[in-house]
T-cell receptor, first 119, second 110 residues
Framework: GAVVSQHPSRVICKSGTSVKIECRSLDFQATTMFWYRQFPKKSLMLMATSNEGSKATYEQGVEKDKFLINHASLTLSTLTVTSAHPEDSSFYIC???????????????FGPGTRLTVL | DQQVKQNSPSLSVQEGRISILNCDYTNSMFDYFLWYKKYPAEGPTFLISISSIKDKNEDGRFTVFLNKSAKHLSLHIVPSQPGDSAVYFCAADNTDKLIFGTGTRLQVFP
């Protein structure tokens, strides 16, 4: 089956620093990758959609200058949390989709997630 | 505005019995629905899906029912097993992205 990895699995950083999270599709080419954030006891909230080679599309309320997304290749997308603050502490999950946008079946494969703790 | 809702945050079921997880949605344009299972500190894993042209889809112990007129779907797990204990999310396909419900924590006890 399709496998998506994330690195690191958990990270602790000081307030004001930047943190980069990688999302890789290991055995397929991902035309689209998604970044989600999960708050405790809350749903998965879509932050942004990134298509390889183009700018990410951010959901309403998500600061694009704070959460930088790069989708430089068909197997790698990165999320950089810039100038992290304690309120950015959360569980970040990426997913990858192989089929082009507009397909009826929006099959996404999820990574294992990254736990970010900002002190 | 929560377009996909799971009104029961938790459910406790005895092993061997049926687990029924419910999900409601507000947008009648949604035409594809998925259920995901999630363990703590892990990403969601796909369980089962259903297209709006169907009202039932079955895969082993898992069956999803869709009532379009009521904008309601449910996931039935029978018989429930302790390993089914997890958080279950329903999701609606909104063309290019998935919209998730808030999740229901299922606990299956012996």
């Amino acid at each position: 089956g399709a496998v998506v990895s994330q690195h690191p699995s958990r990270v602790i950083c000081k307030s004001g620093t930047s943190v980069k999270i990688e999302c890789r599709s290991l055995d397929f080419q991902a035309t689209t990758m998604f970044w989600y954030r999960q708050f405790p006891k809350k749903s998965l909230m879509l932050m942004a959609t990134s298509n390889e080679g183009s700018k990410a599309t951010y959901e309403q309320g998500v600061e694009k200058d704070k959460f930088l997304i790069n989708h430089a290749s068909l197997t790698l997308s990165t999320l950089t949390v810039t100038s992290a603050h304690p309120e950015d502490s959360s569980f970040y999950i990426c997913s990858a989709r192989a089929t082009p946008g507009g397909s009826q079946y929006n099959e996404q494969f999820f990574g294992p997630g990254t736990r970010l703790t900002v002190l | 505005d929560q377009q996909v809702k799971q009104n029961s945050p938790s459910l406790s079921v005895q092993e061997g019995r049926i687990s029924i997880l419910n999900c409601d949605y507000t947008n009648s344009m949604f035409d594809y629905f998925l259920w995901y299972k999630k363990y703590p500190a892990e990403g969601p894993t796909f369980l089962i899906s259903i297209s709006s042209i169907k009202d039932k889809n079955e895969d082993g112990r898992f069956t999803v029912f869709l009532n379009k007129s009521a904008k309601h779907l449910s996931l039935h797990i029978v018989p429930s097993q302790p390993g089914d204990s997890a958080v279950y999310f329903c999701a609606a396909d909104n063309t290019d992205k998935l919209i998730f419900g808030t999740g229901t924590r299922l606990q299956v006890f012996p």
